[in-house]
């Protein structure tokens, strides 16, 4: 099915993985909806989204990293947690139904978390709940490896909230946190269906692949300074909206 409408499909991955490079995503998520939308076979999906987040979150980690934004004591803690349980989510079987259902779900949640407002300069000093984050991480790496996701945009909006610590170390931590989960969950994934199917995913997906390369790109390097980030970032909700509403009512 991707053969038949590669320039649609690549065009699409490459908006998306554009937009979510540009508030610090991968687009895990969104990518499985669109394969799910384009007829590809369930089981492919979270291969070829997990390996299109690598794609797009590796630059941008390293450019947190090189910037000296990553706390890596803190940040080491959650992806810590988080990395085993991507794992052990890739190598859960799941049904079609239940695996597009909890994608559908997982795109509208991800669309009004991306709506909560991020201040760059935050009020005072850690909540209560900031020491309790890194419980968080289990449950998002599991779900990341499950469906394909890498987590860090549940887990941004929490830390956030929590006044974890400042917008850009939060951003940088939820970047590392897609990257290791997706590793993981991608390490599973192949446990559970084999290399074979693998290098059918990517075999069919290659055009899909440069695509998100040339996006992420873009949209790290570019797309901030071209708009303003409330609005790069109510664009990307709509677009994850309208594809996770068309996914759930598909299913």
Aim: net charge positive; glycine share 14%; hydrophobic share 60%.
């Amino acid at each position: 099915m991707i053969g038949a409408v590669p320039a649609l499909l690549a065009l699409a991955f490459l908006v998306t993985a554009l937009l979510y490079a540009s508030v610090g995503f991968g687009g895990g998520s969104t990518y499985s909806a669109l394969l799910a939308l384009s007829g590809l076979d369930y089981r492919l999906l979270p291969l070829v989204a997990l390996a299109c987040n690598i794609v797009v979150v590796s630059g941008s980690s390293i450019r947190f990293a090189r910037a000296g934004l990553t706390p890596w004591m803190k940040a080491f803690v959650i992806v810590a947690l988080g990395a085993p349980a991507s794992f052990v989510g890739g190598l859960t079987p799941i049904k079609e139904a239940t695996f597009l259902s909890l994608l559908g779900g997982s795109l509208v949640l991800t669309a009004l978390t991306m709506l909560i407002p991020v201040r760059e300069n935050e009020d005072g000093g850690p909540t209560g709940f900031a020491r309790w984050m890194p419980l968080a991480a289990a449950p998002l790496g599991y779900f990341a490896g499950l469906v394909g996701i890498g987590g860090g945009i549940f887990l941004a909006p929490l830390l956030h909230l929590a006044r974890w610590h400042e917008a850009r170390a939060i951003a940088a931590t939820a970047s590392l946190f897609i990257l290791v989960n997706s590793l993981f969950g991608l390490a599973g994934q192949l446990v559970k269906n084999g290399p074979g199917l693998f290098g059918q995913a990517l075999g069919a997906a290659l055009p899909l692949m440069v695509a998100v390369v040339i996006g992420g790109q873009i949209g790290s390097l570019l797309a901030a300074k071209l708009l303003p980030p409330k609005w790069i970032r109510w664009l990307t909700a709509l677009l994850v909206l309208v594809v996770g509403v068309r996914l759930l009512v598909g299913v």
